[in-house]
């Protein structure tokens, strides 16, 4: 109700002018200026038939029949003025009742087809805040993988090769007697992953992960972060959220956390996040990496959502990016892996932070900052388009946000 009222009164408004104008054009035409013209030089003949009677130039008979003559043709010019004046009125209300049935018509039929009818309102920061709470709504992993086990939407599994499951069953058998043998139980995790039984290759990640204490294994992370996600029918659960923010706080450039992360903020409400999310992590992916053909498919959809212009890079722009000589220069004590490594893990440590739980207006500043001193501009424009519309409501968090964008040139 709140788009179709004022719908309405645009409609009426622009049928109300265009009738209007229509009557205006309908009076100025009814004047007839040619006729107008015309009249005027019949009359002015009938002054100068008198003034040649009076001078004697005409005889009094001549004078009359001119008179008569030149009277008859201003009769039939006033007559036909007469018909014009009834005739345009009559063409302008046909135009305009015309006009009046046929445009809120078209711009109904027009919307119908290239707009969203019958959607309800949704301003950005009720999104926003449907988006927490479906964030804050999740479903456990416990609670998904339960229901993906009876969906009908999961595929069958294809039958295994009887000998590879007899050597599953022995291997199930051997970890089993030897619980504390970390290389078997990631054989398991690795094999239970390979025939499609995801909740079993979890189970056993995480077994593998409590083995090793305080520090496991990257690698072993993020097995166990995929095996939950597969095991929960795709679905980025709190728990598996969990382990790809350790993975990403110990490597920030992670490129396997940085997708499922993106595709969790996707699946709670937050495309515009998952874009720019995506967006860096296609920008620093090479061509061949696995995730790369999801992301080519699906940022310029998350752009349109996200409200950005957004062409793909070409294949081969993808993963050349890195810091500038200027920022080589400042960590002059450093070797180069060293100074890559940390400048674009700070960056992408904070671009993480960010995307995932949000910050102080301080610290997107600092990223635009980050991001214009690396060269990557075109992200740091997207970043402040996102900060505007996650401050939207509080302007006077935007002054270090806009004038970090303005030390770039960036304008609205």
Not at 341 to 346: D, K, L, P, R, Y
Request: aromatic letters at 6%; proline letters at 6%; a negative charge.
């Amino acid at each position: 109700m709140a788009f179709w009222l004022p719908a309405a009164g645009v409609s009426l408004i622009a049928v109300g002018l265009v009738i209007l104008a229509l009557k205006r054009g309908a009076q100025a035409a009814a004047g007839i200026p040619a006729d107008k013209r015309e009249m005027r030089i019949y009359a002015d003949q009938l002054r100068e038939i008198e003034r040649d009677r009076a001078r004697g130039v005409v005889s009094e008979d001549e004078a009359e029949r001119m008179r008569a003559e030149t009277a008859r043709r201003l009769l039939e010019a006033d007559k036909q003025a007469q018909a014009e004046v009834k005739r345009s009125p009559a063409a302008a209300r046909g135009v305009a009742i015309a006009l009046a049935l046929l445009m809120p018509v078209a711009a109904l039929a027009f919307y119908w087809t290239h707009g969203a009818p019958l959607y309800r309102d949704q301003p950005i920061q009720q999104r926003f805040a449907e988006a927490a709470e479906m964030r804050e709504a999740r479903p456990a992993q416990a609670d998904l993988q339960a229901a993906w086990q009876t969906s009908p939407e999961r595929p069958v599994l294809p039958e295994i090769d009887p000998e590879y499951a007899a050597l599953m069953e022995q291997l199930r058998e051997a970890v089993a007697d030897r619980p504390e043998d970390l290389q078997g139980n990631r054989l398991l995790a690795s094999n239970e992953a390979n025939v499609g039984n995801y909740a079993a290759a979890a189970e056993a990640w995480l077994r593998v992960i409590e083995l090793q204490g305080a520090r496991p294994e990257i690698a072993d992370m993020l097995g166990l972060a995929e095996a939950m996600v597969q095991a929960a029918g795709g679905v980025v659960s709190p728990e598996a959220e969990v382990v790809l923010e350790q993975i990403l706080q110990r490597d920030p450039r992670n490129g396997a956390a940085r997708y499922y992360l993106g595709l969790s903020l996707g699946q709670t409400g937050r495309p515009d996040l998952t874009f720019r999310l995506w967006r860096g992590l296609l920008e620093d992916s090479a061509p061949d990496a696995p995730w790369v053909p999801v992301l080519r498919a699906e940022l310029e959809g998350l752009a349109a959502v996200a409200g950005v212009r957004y062409t793909l890079p070409p294949l081969a722009a993808q993963g050349a990016r890195g810091p500038s000589e200027g920022d080589i220069a400042a960590a002059s004590d450093l070797s180069a892996a060293e100074r890559q490594e940390m400048i674009g893990g700070m960056v992408e440590g904070l671009a993480q932070r960010l995307a995932a739980m949000g910050g102080p207006p301080e610290d997107w500043a600092r990223l635009i900052d980050s991001l214009g001193v690396l060269g990557q501009t075109d992200r740091a424009r997207a970043i402040w388009a996102e900060a505007r519309m996650v401050f939207a409501d509080q302007p006077q968090a935007l002054t270090p946000i806009d004038d970090a964008a303005a030390r770039l040139g960036f304008t609205e």
